[in-house]
């Protein structure tokens, strides 16, 4: 039997927990944290789960910023919630505090812990088997980048500086390719050159910000489609989860990540490339949910990127993994040694689609633009 990960009897100590202890399990779909369900019964002898995970501190080099944002952001959709009669246990994380007020624990193995509610009832999917919900998955997004339109985006860190700016991303890429540290290069010749092919795509965005062309605002920039809770009776987006990457952005990179991980119709790391393509159904049941709760915070040019956005997000993914490759797997959690190079694969063939889909994505998207705001 594999040992507990974390000790149940100094959690319970911690966090001051009055409930019976029956057992936890893991959650596996997270490349970075590692997440645990932990299930307890309370008095009335009814079931009460909270969700535990230690934060990746390799990646995460600043835990307590990181939850600082999360406790800032958290609170202020908190009050949003309620302000529109919504349920505040349901529909945002909350993050529960030890008995001594702290966010965040470290445990003796210097590693750190915290501790969330878990949203009932509910559930998440890596792939959309109903359109409907991909329409939900735009929903909440949009409904995210909405209620955190008024939030004092100057109180937040950057806890990864440089997350999405596609430009160095590109320099650490072009560092990767010479120090060649893993050895592999010569595995991953071709798909090195199609980064090369598009490098004038990294700056787009980039140059715009400096411009002063797209504006800032508090995004997620993480927006995978297992990022969003649905409920389990009526199959509407409830939450949107995994928050350590709230961060000053663009909407852009919220939009372009959703549509390069759910508009796939394949896996992330499907190794048969031949199955990866965008789905244009797909694409326009995200930008109509999506348009209809942000659509009129959006300036237009944030609106007229958003097809470009879904391949530069698509294009950085893949380079990232790309790069982790060529490191030797150092940042990424991988399951077989090319896992990697495989996921880097699936982005290229998506970004390939997407560039021949491209005029049919814009259509779609100023069709829906207009519907919300005319
Ligand atoms: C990571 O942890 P997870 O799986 O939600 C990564 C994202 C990538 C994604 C690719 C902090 O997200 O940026 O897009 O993998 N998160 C971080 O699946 O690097
Ligand atoms: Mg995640």
Avoid at 29 to 40: A, K, P, Q, W
Avoid at 54 to 69: A, D, G, W, Y
Avoid at 133 to 144: D, P, T, V
Avoid at 250 to 262: C, E, K, Q, T, V
Wanted: proline share 4%.
């Amino acid at each position: 039997m594999n040992s507990t990960p974390f000790n149940p009897a100094e959690i319970i100590e911690i966090y001051d927990i009055r409930h019976k202890y029956l057992g936890y399990h893991p959650l596996c779909s997270g490349h970075i944290n590692d997440t645990y369900v932990l299930e307890f019964q309370t008095d009335e002898g009814s079931k009460h789960s909270l969700l535990l995970q230690r934060i990746n501190t390799n990646v995460f080099k600043k835990p307590v910023e990181l939850m600082q944002n999360i406790v800032a952001v958290t609170s202020f959709l908190r009050e949003k919630i309620i302000e529109e009669g919504g349920d505040p246990e349901r529909e945002t994380l909350n993050v529960i505090r030890t008995k001594d007020g702290d966010f965040l624990f470290v445990d003796k193995a210097g590693h750190y812990w915290r501790l969330y509610n878990y949203i009932e009832n509910a559930y998440s999917v890596d792939i959309p088997e109903d359109p409907k919900l991909f329409y939900e998955l735009g929903k909440a997004f949009g409904k995210f980048q909405k209620m955190l339109d008024s939030f004092p985006i100057d109180t937040l860190h950057e806890t990864i500086p440089d997350f999405h700016n596609t430009k160095k991303r590109y320099e650490a890429f072009e560092k990767a390719v010479e120090e060649n540290l893993s050895g592999r290069l010569e595995n991953a010749l071709p798909e090195i050159e199609f980064v090369r092919a598009r490098k004038a795509d990294a700056s787009v965005l980039v140059d715009m910000i400096a411009e002063g062309k797209l504006p800032l605002r508090v995004t997620h920039n993480d927006t995978k489609l297992n990022n969003v809770m649905f409920d389990s009776e009526s199959h509407k987006s409830i939450c949107v989860v995994d928050l350590d990457t709230v961060m000053p952005g663009l909407s852009l990179y919220d939009f372009g990540d959703s549509i390069r991980f759910g508009a796939n119709t394949a896996a992330e790391d499907e190794k048969d490339v031949s199955k990866v393509s965008l789905s244009l159904p797909l694409y326009t049941e995200y930008v109509k949910g999506y348009l209809s709760e942000a659509g009129n915070i959006l300036t237009p040019a944030e609106v007229e990127y958003l097809p470009f956005s879904a391949k530069l997000m698509t294009y950085e993914c893949g380079m990232r993994f790309l790069t982790d490759f060529l490191n030797g797997d150092t940042y990424f959690k991988t399951k077989y040694p090319e896992h990697n190079l495989v996921r880097c694969r699936t982005q290229f063939a998506l970004v390939a689609d997407m560039e021949r889909k491209m005029d049919e994505m814009q259509k779609i998207t100023q069709e829906e633009y207009k519907k919300v705001t005319s």
